[in-house]
């Protein structure tokens, strides 16, 4: 597995699977999340879990929506 880590706000780590921390890395802020999924997930079958895993980082913040 790999971390990750919030260093600003309200600190916090948590463990992810590997595949959760290649997605955080794929969110650079310059691409739509759909764009970010279409590269990497697999199949249509996977897509519930990443869109969850998205979610979720999301509401811990390690992920933060673009408004606009």
Same mark, same amino acid.
């Given at each position: @597995? /790999? @971390? !990750?880590? !919030? *260093? *600003? @706000? %309200?600190?916090y *780590?948590t463990?992810?699977?590997?595949?959760?921390?290649? %997605?955080?890395?794929?969110?650079? @802020?310059? &691409?739509?999340?759909? *764009?970010? !999924?279409?590269? +990497?997930?697999?199949?249509?079958?996977?897509?519930? /879990?990443? !869109?969850?895993?998205? &979610? %979720? %980082?999301?509401? &811990? /913040? +390690?992920?933060?929506?673009?408004? /606009?």
């Open positions: @597995g /790999g @971390g !990750l880590r !919030l *260093s *600003s @706000g %309200l600190c *780590s463990q992810v699977d590997p595949d959760v921390a290649q %997605l955080v890395g794929m969110c650079d @802020g310059k &691409r739509a999340v759909a *764009s970010v !999924l279409a590269d +990497f997930v697999d199949d249509d079958a996977d897509i519930t /879990g990443a !869109l969850t895993a998205v &979610r %979720l %980082l999301v509401e &811990r /913040g +390690f992920v933060v929506p673009v408004e /606009g």
